[in-house]
């Protein structure tokens, strides 16, 4: 009789699996929990210490590590000596392992976990199976994933093909590898740095259609792996572009600013506008209407359910993609008149988690903490002769989070709610005025009484010429300049408030 060994963390269809595997002519060897579930469930099971002859000890770290377990696993069907070698001791070969490991990554979440309950939670018999029927995979099935349960018993029935087991053989290791992956960068110093990557999907292309592409999904188990858009939801649509994926990014990060309901339109990465409001439609409305010729075919970003009313504002006019965190049942038809229009949701809690970021350059990565925003604290000092009213206080605080996410060098220009108009990504700042001024001209926006914000400090006083030139009466930027006193002569000398944040936010 064939036989198979099925010891798992996750349960997830093990008990269908297994009634299939009986029904095939399969004696099941099982462990521990698994085999009581398998028991419960009425299926016949050997437990493994009557395989062994020995019974589990050490609170279950010992229960596998066997000769006639790893012998069963191990003997080549086409070498007699190894054939030989386990009839001479009793060994009986085993034909499947089914093994998913101790859920490591699970217990590493979970705040303020004791340090020896997550070291209890290192597989040791577990990997060892798996990766021995991996390398024995010419003549052993080897099951990981709970996913590949229905096409395991699909292939006994019509035969196992060798392609199969190789494919099961590389899901194996890959599985071992990021659990020791996990383990390593859980309890690493961050002199070693490990990280698991796997394949969402294929993208049609890179940033152009020549480059090939695809779409990963970072895991792990600490709070420094980014796990946002490893949870998201495809509702409709064509699929994603690599592009597509980087302007979700940073719609995502923008709206992520606020509490309040927000909504970002993004272009080639930087806002074409970004708004708050008293609903996500009101938000939105403002967003669009922030810079509408830039807005046309853009990326939208929300921080609340797609409702109806929001899901018309959307579909009025052409937009390439739209995130969210959910979207309500009434709004999907509204959304569906838009058919190639991708509509994703997020897990929004996996983005605000996230602390780490990579991005790779040639032959090598870099790591750094995720850009926090910061509020109005200690550290934002008046330092002109006018401070700011209140209403100028609160178009500050709006402008700096949005000026966060624009690419450096950028001058921005808002009220309280919503963007005006937005010099991204030039070789200086004064040139990022001018963008911004020209922006507000072609969109017949006016600038005057507007707050202006600076993602890093005025080199020149020039630049807070051409600021209050377009408009504003209040700047907010992050000193440190060793002209800074220039820059706030300038100011006073125009009667204007300047704050200084003493925290930089360049993006690049």
């Not at 994933?145 to 018993?153: G, I, M, N, T």
């Not at 099961?168 to 890959?174: C, G, N, P, V, Y």
């Not at 339109?265 to 403002?286: E, F, L, M, Q, W």
């Amino acid at each position: 009789m064939s036989r198979v060994l099925i010891s798992v963390s996750d349960k997830t269809g093990v008990v269908d699996l297994a009634r299939g595997l009986a029904g095939r002519g399969y004696e099941i060897v099982s462990t521990g929990g698994t085999a009581r579930t398998l028991v419960d469930a009425g299926i016949s099971v050997i437990n493994v210490s009557d395989v062994t002859g020995f019974p589990e000890m050490m609170d279950g770290r010992v229960k596998t590590l066997h000769p006639k377990v790893h012998g069963g696993i191990l003997a080549r069907r086409d070498h007699p000596d190894d054939l030989q070698a386990i009839a001479a001791h009793g060994i009986q070969p085993i034909d499947i392992v089914v093994v998913n490991l101790y859920p490591f990554a699970e217990t590493a979440r979970k705040p303020g976990v004791a340090f020896d309950d997550l070291i209890e939670q290192i597989d040791i018999g577990g990997p060892s199976m798996v990766r021995a029927a991996a390398k024995n995979f010419k003549d052993v099935l080897v099951v990981v994933h709970p996913s590949d349960y229905a096409a395991v018993l699909e292939a006994i029935d019509r035969g196992v093909t060798a392609e199969f087991r190789l494919e099961l053989m590389k899901k194996a290791f890959a599985h071992t590898a990021e659990y020791d992956s996990t383990i390593a960068a859980t309890l690493s110093d961050s002199a070693r740095v490990n990280i698991a990557l796997e394949k969402i999907r294929d993208l049609r292309y890179g940033e152009n259609p020549h480059q090939k592409a695809a779409w990963f999904a970072l895991d792990g188990t600490t709070s420094h792996v980014v796990s946002g858009f490893s949870r998201t939801d495809v509702l409709q649509g064509k699929e994603l572009s690599y592009t597509n994926l980087l302007d979700l990014d940073a719609a995502a990060r923008i709206v992520l600013e606020f509490t309040e309901p927000a909504a970002a339109v993004i272009k080639h990465t930087n806002p074409c506008g970004a708004a708050i409001g008293s609903t996500a439609a009101d938000a939105y409305v403002r967003a669009r209407d922030a810079d509408a010729l830039s807005a046309f075919g853009g990326i939208v970003g929300l921080n609340r359910s797609i409702d109806t009313a929001v899901a018309e504002a959307i579909v009025s006019t052409f937009i390439e993609a739209v995130i969210a965190p959910s979207v309500d049942e009434a709004a999907r038809p509204i959304l569906a008149r838009k058919q190639n229009m991708r509509v994703v949701t997020a897990d929004f809690r996996a983005f605000q988690e996230s602390s780490v970021e990579y991005r790779s350059i040639l032959g090598a990565m870099l790591m750094q903490e995720r850009d926090r925003v910061t509020e109005v604290n200690e550290d934002w000092k008046v330092v002109t002769k006018r401070a700011p009213s209140f209403d100028e206080w609160q178009a500050l605080r709006f402008a700096w989070r949005i000026c966060a996410h624009v690419k450096s060098n950028t001058v921005i220009f808002t009220n309280d709610t919503k963007t005006l108009a937005i010099g991204a990504g030039q070789m200086s700042r004064v040139d990022a005025v001018n963008v911004a001024v020209m922006k507000a001209a072609a969109g017949k926006v006016s600038l005057a009484g507007s707050a202006a914000a600076s993602d890093a400090y005025f080199p020149f006083r020039d630049g807070v010429d051409a600021v209050v030139a377009a408009g504003a009466r209040a700047i907010v930027q992050p000193g440190g300049s060793v002209r800074d006193a220039e820059a706030i002569a300038a100011a006073d000398e125009h009667g204007i408030a300047m704050v200084f944040t003493g925290r930089r936010h360049f993006r690049h």
